[in-house]
């Protein structure tokens, strides 16, 4: 089946072609003749089936067909930067050879650009939260012509707590329009916001509730927590690895945990939302052009990350909410490819891990944790201590009564032993093999 039948109008049907698709995927199918024929939508899909396509193609037709005012006549709502810069730049691709005017416009760079990019006149808005209400202030942007409505990544938008912005915005908009939901999970949130925002919609839903892309390998390494690290640098250097994003759950962990791999040898970044727009930006086009071999990244920050072909998908740490960890995996298999994520679990997230099997319904393959070199910790010297008198004499007495002093140890956690026989290796530090076989 190609994109032919779907009744897209013929410039658009051209900028598919040039951008290589040939064959709409399951989602694209259901949901543009639905959008074409003006009714709204209810679409659960994961990240990466092409649901950006199933939206901004029958929108990008409509705004074709209407006539153009200064202001948006259709907005779409994401619920990070990096994902409305990633529809906004799928929009002006797919409209290369329409005069459709796009904009976009998030927090964390100058707001004066967009205000005067408003002013000059836009069709298709795309927009985070914050900043769009930020706009609507300042009364830089008038949303009362807006007929097309699409909230992309709905789950995430209230996992963040957007749903106040949300009704927010909706008060804005005019009665009279056209609405589209995308969610990658159907929670009972969710199911109340389509209740409330959708009028008789159609329902497409490509994947069961919650599944995850078929195609992903996973695997889960039972380790601990402090021989994470070392587990992880040696899977991305005996494997070859070249592309690797890494899932940590908080920013100040994804600044330790990229340092740690930059200082294991590994070409390494953080991207979490501490970090500048620009900083992000260059973090990511870095990481997509091979410069950089492993991302480090929180579940919000990835959130929308468009990143074709991704090998593999590293859960560091597992995720508290179970549905992220079928967002994070999401990253990789992506439109039908192969990929591989794995989880390296410590002991106390046994029951995170309980919870995601209970999600998926059913048990993660437990793979034999090779044996890897675990480095030395480099602390900083402790300060000097003033020397005792001269006239004492014997042994000083030391806390913990041992009698002697020791470098620092490396805890097994019951899952890894020392190796016998083994030299520290390259990386320094001594080796560890799994003690489950």
């Known amino acids: 089946m190609s994109f032919s039948i779907l009744g897209l109008a013929p410039e658009l049907s051209r900028a598919v072609a040039e951008q290589g698709y040939e064959t709409p995927t399951p989602i694209q199918m259901k949901a543009i003749p639905a959008v074409i024929a003006g009714r709204d939508v209810l679409a659960g899909a994961q990240t990466g089936t092409g649901k950006t396509a199933a939206f901004v193609l029958p929108v990008l037709q409509a705004l074709a067909q209407g006539s153009a005012g200064r202001a948006p006549r259709a907005l779409v709502l994401t619920p990070t930067r990096e994902l409305a810069a990633q529809v906004a730049e799928s929009a002006r691709q797919y409209g290369r050879h329409l005069e459709t005017r796009i904009c976009v416009v998030f927090g964390g760079v100058s707001i004066n650009p967009q205000i005067d990019a408003l002013r000059a006149g836009c069709d298709l808005l795309v927009a985070t939260p914050g900043r769009l209400l930020d706009l609507a202030g300042q009364r830089a942007v008038d949303l009362r012509e807006v007929r097309h409505f699409i909230l992309d990544e709905a789950d995430r938008m209230l996992d963040m707590g957007f749903i106040h912005a949300i009704r927010r915005v909706l008060k804005l908009l005019p009665d009279r329009r056209q609405n589209l939901m995308f969610s990658a999970t159907y929670s009972d949130d969710i199911r109340d916001l389509a209740t ?11 994947a069961p509730r919650n599944a995850t892309a078929d195609r992903v390998d996973q695997r889960v390494y039972r380790v601990p927590k402090e021989h994470k690290r070392h587990l992880l640098a040696h899977l991305i250097r005996d494997g070859g690895w070249h592309q ?194």
């Open 196 to 206: 409330r925002l959708l009028r008789d919609p159609v329902t497409v839903e490509v």
């Open 244 to 437: 690797v994003l890494v899932f940590t759950r908080t920013k100040h962990g994804a600044n330790r945990l990229a340092e740690q791999l930059a200082g294991a040898g590994i070409s390494t970044a953080a991207i979490h939302g501490n970090k500048s727009q620009n900083a992000r930006v260059r973090a990511l086009e870095e990481f997509k052009t091979g410069k950089t071999t492993a991302l480090v990244a929180t579940e919000v920050a990835a959130r929308g990350l468009d990143i074709k072909e991704l090998p593999f998908v590293v859960n560091y740490e597992l995720p508290n909410v179970p549905e992220d960890y079928v967002h994070r995996i999401g990253r990789t298999a992506r439109a039908g490819g192969a990929g591989c994520a794995i989880a390296l679990v410590a002991p106390d997230e046994s029951g995170l891990l309980k919870d995601i099997e209970r999600l998926l319904r059913r048990s993660l393959p437990l793979a034999a944790t090779p044996e890897f070199p675990v480095a030395a910790e480099q602390r900083p010297a402790p300060p000097a201590r003033p020397s005792p008198p001269k006239h004492q004499s014997g042994p000083r007495h030391h806390p913990g009564g041992s009698g002697h002093s020791s470098g620092p140890r490396h805890q097994s956690g019951g899952h890894a032993r020392p190796s016998s026989g083994r030299g520290s290796g390259s990386h320094g530090g001594r080796r560890f093999s799994s003690s489950r076989g």
